[in-house]
């Protein structure tokens, strides 16, 4: 069973530019969430996608936004960078419908600093 | 809304010693709870869940937790520590009312002295 796979890990970036982060899902999952932790926080949901479609959206500004693939792959993108947007971002899936709610496979993460 | 509070930013342990990280949660119905842990430069892992029935889980590890309705927490506890367990320990809620999207507490950092 593959795992939950998030590219790049690291990524520097200056303030103003966009950013791409990819996630694979694990094997059988259907939905996708993403998460921001800032250095000493706990992670915050940024939204989630299902069935290729947002299916929940946390307390982020549109300059936030995503995609599902068929394959349930993901990328979530970052337009006009703020220094405030560094952080670890998290990819996890999970299996809507057919598993408890709530309960996330996480990625390792792509850690982005904006300088 | 839904909102977890870990009150203890930092716990410090012998190891061997046993351990009782706190977690509280405000919702007004039983919610789903989790514990997560994020070892240093890692993604997190689902150490335990309390969906319902009895209120003693077990996890991974040798992690358990107690769902204790009255108090509204879910403490995560272990008998005898061992060095790899320095981590993160993320207490987190789901429930109808947040979509079961879960939402995380701050965390807890495990250091576990020799």
């Known amino acids: 069973e593959t795992g939950v796979t998030q590219s790049p890990t690291h990524l520097i970036k200056t303030r103003g530019q966009q950013v791409t982060l990819r996630c694979s899902s694990q094997?059988?999952?259907?939905?996708v969430s993403w998460y921001q932790q800032a250095l000493g926080q706990g992670p915050q949901f940024i939204f989630q996608?299902?069935?290729?479609?947002?299916?929940g959206r946390g307390n982020f500004p549109p300059r936030f936004s995503g995609l599902q693939f068929p394959n349930y792959s993901s990328e979530l993108n970052v337009n006009a960078l703020e220094l405030d947007d560094s952080a670890l971002y998290l990819c996890?899936?999970?299996?809507?419908?057919?598993?408890?709610?709530?309960?996330?496979?996480f990625g390792e993460g792509s850690r982005l600093t904006v300088l | 809304a839904q909102s977890v509070t870990q009150p203890d930013i930092h716990i410090t342990v012998s190891e061997g010693a046993s351990l009782e990280l706190r977690c509280n949660y405000s919702?007004?119905?039983?919610?789903?709870l989790f514990w997560y842990v994020q070892s240093p430069g890692q993604g997190l892992q689902l150490l335990l869940k309390?969906?319902?029935?009895?209120?003693l889980v077990q996890g991974i590890k040798g992690f358990e937790a107690e769902f204790k309705r009255s108090q509204s927490s879910f403490n995560l506890r272990k008998p005898s520590v061992h060095w790899s367990d320095v981590a993160e320990y993320f207490c987190?809620?789901?429930?109808?009312?947040?979509?079961?999207?879960?939402?995380f507490g701050r965390g807890t950092s495990l250091i576990v002295h020799p």
């Open positions: 309390y969906f319902s029935g009895d209120t």
């Open positions: 996890a899936s999970s299996s809507f419908g057919r598993a408890p709610p709530g309960e996330l496979f």
């Open positions: 094997s059988g999952h259907n939905t």
């Open positions: 996608y299902y069935r290729e479609e947002e299916n």
């Open positions: 987190a809620v789901a429930t109808s009312g947040g979509s079961y999207i879960p939402t």
């Open positions: 919702y007004g119905a039983t919610p789903y």
